[in-house]
């Protein structure tokens, strides 16, 4: 059969002034979807508008600013149900029998609890505190605290006694201490380029915090790092083994994702090149599939059963944590969680991001994670064992602003994904399945991947850690607190604008004012 | 007080009751009555890091995770029943099992042999990459699932009885034998959807498998002459370590599972 004509319009028209444009070419070459190109005769460059996918690659490196890409004009006639994107998606599944795929997080406009809460600080009583003068502790402890420290004085029954030091005697659970409670989202090579997990790592190391390596194993190249990376345990178990699970600092089961719940991933077989083949240990070529549920986990005791063959396997050294995606009830689930023995509960809500996601799925399963939070916290408390697992959630925290909220509503820390991108250059283009992504963020076309300098990214990453850190210790000093510990589940320090009754009951916020 | 939880009671509690272990000729035997699998464990640990190469694990009452964190070049015996997870992350070792062993025997397995002379039950093998299972008798549902292969790690599954439904589902690498020893001429196996997902490796079935019996999937045929002599190497070897004779086992022909295509679901999206 012939290819059919698509009855689809260009979403961008790329705008040239050819007053400005000096014939350089950089735009042909910068981009990756084949829209610009040069006729050598003509003297003229052309664009392909129907192929923009809107990333801006070509505007941000066009030497002159000649070009302007902008949102084509054309539209639909106007209809309040049948916006353009829905006609659009039905357009190209007439024309492909397909599951419509998208990446990054859900665009849709789903109500952003952060942007209704406001936080306090202190005025006149409890004065506020100078972070530029007065040390605040930004310095978070991951893992399972135990029930109670029992001390008893070094030498005690010998006789000795008074002036002798105080020990515990009980063991403790392996702890992971980070400098800043914001960690790097799990991110699976394969999915991202080399250079954007090095990146991520290398970042991560110097500012002394965790990168994830996903689901898709991790370079032998990157085990330099391995102080400060997270290793993840998902159900096509790419990369899996001993060596793996011990260099890590903790291991991620990872049952669910907060832009796909429920379904499980496949990276497709022409993205699984030599390199990638070799970290996932599976042949090059073939799709690398991670069915939807880990097939040795069908409930709550098969999950604690992994959970200690992980704790078997890295001889009770290291924490291990449970990612799951922000879904009803998600507070029964999670409370299951630490009672199936983990020592971490991730939550990712449903504004997190993917590398490929069905969009129907992206933008209609899940719950938003500020709820689920908020509840899983609070279920935790009321049942005693919030002190048995940290809490670590994730889903489209967009400044540090978000971040202190979260904490305050409970969170450990945070894991951030989209932002990390959008520091080294991406512009949420929703592109990253293609594996054409023009910033080298998610590509692995070898010529495409060296766009990202992994230095200058991951000193683009450390800034980032660095601002948003600094951001955190003015608001805490504002706040009148010096320790992020002192935030953690600290509801009163938040008030809700512009909600219902029945969120703010579910936030545990009172309403701003009262 | 928290209600019931894995995690409170023993999991964290490093020192629980052991029992002495007894040194026979330079094997090491531990009874394992009465101890949680953590200690026991522990106990097989310390074993491996003095040199002691043979291990014998006596009145074994369902520990899980036996041989899991333990990388090296030794053989474990095991009397009585092991549980969950036996072999989890394997890397090395040769285990032998007198009894049946349970769920999950293998999961995510890189390197050694287990050998079970007994029945195995669900998942066996899952994701398992490198090594060799041996089991004498039927294992249970999603056997293979998930198994992988890369350069010169292949591993290898012989079942001599027979499987339940979801046979290799997921597959992507990997060699699994099934014998069907007891089956009469012509008998089906009593499995569906046998290879539901395979995207590599192959499947070896002795006797007949109808094509309802598979997933879409997946194809039948012959098996290749390179591929006979490593069915009849496999057999031999079986015969050895669990009786039988292999000439007659070979007697009856075996069919082929094999994947269609590397990209079974290449035409599932839109772009």
Known sequence: MSPMKTHTWPEFIVERNDDRCIRCQVCVNQCTFDVHSYDAGLDELFAVDMNCVGCQRCQVFCPTNALTIRTNPTQSRPNANWRLENLFDVKKQAESGGIVLTGMGNDKPFRIYWDHLVLNASQVTNPSIDPLREPMELRTYLGRKPDRVVFQRDGEGQGEGHGSPVVPIQNMTPLVAIETPLMFSAMSYGAISYNTQHALMRAAQAFGTMANTGEGGWPREFRQYKENVIVQVASGRFGVDLEYLNDARFVEIKVGQGAKPGIGGHLPGEKVTLDVSRTRMIPEGSDAISPAPHHDIYSIEDLGMLIHALKEATRYEKPVAVKIAAVHNVSAIASGIVRAGADIVVIDGLRGGTGAAPKVIRDNVGIPIELALAQVDQRLRKEGIRHQASLVVAGGFRSSGDVIKAIALGADAVYIGTAAFVAIGCTLCQKCYTGKCAWGITSNRPEVVKRLNPDHAAERLENLLRAWSREIKEMLGGMGINSVESLRGNRLHLRAVGLEQWEMDALGVKGAGL | ?271
């Open chain 2, 1 to 271: 007080m928290a209600p019931w939880s894995y995690a409170t009671p023993g999991a964290y509690a490093m020192a629980g009751p052991t029992n002495p272990v007894r040194m026979e000729q330079g094997r090491g035997i531990v009874d394992a009555s009465g101890i949680y699998y953590r200690q026991l464990n522990e106990q097989l640990r310390q074993l491996v890091k003095h040199g002691i190469r043979e291990i014998e694990i006596i009145n074994c009452y369902g520990q899980r995770y036996l041989g899991t964190s333990i990388p090296g070049d030794y053989q474990l015996k095991v009397y009585g029943t092991p549980g969950n997870d036996l072999g989890f992350a394997m890397d090395g070792p040769t285990i032998e099992v007198f009894g049946n062993a349970q769920d999950g025997l293998g999961n995510t397995m890189n390197d050694g042999e287990i050998i079970v002379h007994g029945h195995a039950g669900d998942a066996l093998a899952m994701s398992m990459r490198g090594g060799k299972l041996w089991v004498r008798d039927s294992v249970g549902y999603r056997c293979g699932i998930h198994m992988k292969e890369y350069g010169d790690k292949v591993p290898q599954v012989v079942i001599g009885g027979t499987c339940q439904d979801f046979f290799g589902e997921y597959m992507s690498g990997g060699t699994v034998i099934l014998l069907g020893l007891g089956l009469a001429e012509g008998e089906k196996y009593k499995a569906d959807f046998i290879g539901t997902g395979m995207h590599g490796g192959r499947i070896f079935v002795r006797g007949h498998v109808d094509p309802a019996q598979v997933g879409k999937e997946v194809g039948l045929t012959e098996p290749e002459p390179e591929e006979q002599e490593q069915i009849g190497a496999a057999v031999r070897r079986y015969a050895e370590l669990f009786g039988g004779d292999a000439a007659e086992i070979l007697k009856r022909p075996f069919v082929k599972l094999y994947p269609k295509s590397l990209r079974p679901y290449g035409r599932l999206y839109a772009y």
